[in-house]
């Protein structure tokens, strides 16, 4: 489990009483799980490890869960009955197709804790390909294979009566000939068991807010101060070395003021970077949006809202938008075509028109007041469409002073003349 660096600095005060002579002792064991925190050579935190195996069937009772590199060989077959729960490990977001396998280094590290006076302690690793086991800073020794563990005897002076921390600096091979690189070719893990013994009969407990009894080293999850979100915390630490304990001061460093949040239509709520679509004003067509900032206001997303384009209305009633063109009938009597545009405004404007009466030859019928309409067809330059005179009547000599004049009577058809 991983502790604050704040409270390195309450075990130098609180570790100063002294144990009384205990017969009985409790005994500490540790293995390698996906609970050791994990550091690159840079000691960036790369949370915690995984559990590895070279195949579903190598090592033998490979977890289920664990990350299988596709290593076609079999290996990793140490005798781990001496460290009972040891797991095979290696950092995390790491799988056979992972490259840079070559000569890679990772650090592992786990703590502890021990309360009374420790008595001893025995570390076992073993790792593909080699490690080196440190107890709080100091080597304890390395092992440079994986078909056996390296089991080494900790004397009690270098144990500490309290926080305790193990690291493991675990480092890969070179790659193999033909191996690209990559973990399914180039396999990395370590496995790791410990044993610590301390005078103490019992192991030390604090009692939660609920009542609840915990070992040191347990942290106890606490609520945020007010306006805050996340998660506090506090941590069961021993005082002295007699088995008397007390929580730590609370840890705020999970708590944070909640994001702001942008209230959109109907009162639903949007966190920053969400975004929400909106209604285009009456009349208007298009689509619209606005986004949640993380100060909680809203910022104009896209926007295509637009007036419609108004439009013309045609003969029976059909609809034309600006640009389409209507065509129309010429007049009665009249060939060609006729056509008419929508302009942006809703208005016709004249298009093109080619409509006009025929063409007739001198003397030729061009209408009549019979006809609708009167003229069909265009006379020739210099005639006139018109009806001609009738030759009936009188003679125009025989008319004197208005006596005996003839009536003038016309054809009803019209000619070119």
């Not at 929580?247 to 702001?260: I, L």
Request: proline residues 7%; glycine residues 10%; neutral net charge.
């Amino acid at each position: 489990m991983n502790f604050k660096n704040t409270h390195y600095k309450i075990f130098q005060w609180v570790f100063t009483l002294l144990a009384p002579s205990i017969v009985q002792a409790v005994t500490v064991n540790i293995v390698s799980d996906a609970t050791w925190s994990v550091l690159d050579t840079n000691m960036n935190d790369l949370g915690t490890a995984q559990q590895v195996c070279l195949s579903p069937t190598s090592p033998a009772n490979c977890p289920t869960t664990a990350t299988k590199y596709g290593y076609p060989y079999p290996g990793w077959n140490t005798n781990l009955t001496t460290i009972p729960g040891a797991k095979w490990i290696w950092a995390s977001n790491i799988t056979g197709a992972t490259t840079g396998a070559a000569n890679a280094t990772f650090i592992f590290t786990k703590q502890f804790y021990l309360c009374g006076s420790p008595t001893s302690g025995s570390i076992s690793v073993a790792a593909d390909n080699a490690a080196e086991v440190f107890l709080n800073g100091i080597s304890i020794g390395t092992s440079s294979g994986f078909s056996t563990l390296s089991t080494f005897t900790i004397s009690a002076s270098k144990i500490a009566a309290g926080l305790n921390v193990i690291k493991i600096q675990a480092t890969n091979a070179a790659n193999p000939p033909n191996c690209i690189g990559n973990y399914q070719c180039n396999p990395a893990a370590m496995v790791f068991g410990a044993s610590f013994a301390d005078a103490l009969p019992a192991w030390p407990t604090c009692t939660e807010g609920n009542g609840t009894k915990v070992t040191v080293g347990t942290s106890e999850v606490l609520s945020c101060r007010p306006a805050e979100v996340g998660n506090a915390s506090r941590t069961c630490i021993c005082i002295g070395t007699g088995g008397a304990t007390l929580w730590t001061p609370a840890e705020y460093s999970g708590c944070h003021q909640p994001p702001k949040t942008c209230t959109g239509n109907n009162g639903k709520l949007f966190n920053a970077g969400e975004k929400e679509a909106l209604s285009c004003p009456a009349g208007q067509t298009g689509s619209s949006s606005h986004t949640c900032q993380n100060d909680g206001i809203w910022a104009a997303g896209p926007n295509s809202c637009t007036l419609p384009p108004k439009t013309c209305t045609g003969n029976g009633g059909a609809i034309f938008v600006p640009g389409q063109s209507e065509n129309l009938a010429c007049d009665v009597g009249q060939t060609g075509s006729n056509s008419r545009r929508c302009q942006t405004d809703g208005t016709w404007a004249a298009g093109v028109s080619t409509c006009a009466l025929p063409k007739v030859n001198k003397g030729d019928l061009c209408g009549g007041i019979t006809n609708t309409p009167p003229v069909f067809a265009t006379c020739p330059s210099g005639t006139t469409c018109g009806h001609r005179a009738l030759p009936t009547g009188p003679k125009p000599w025989t008319c004197f002073f208005g006596i005996n004049c003839p009536v003038k009577l016309w054809t009803t058809d019209w000619f070119c003349d």
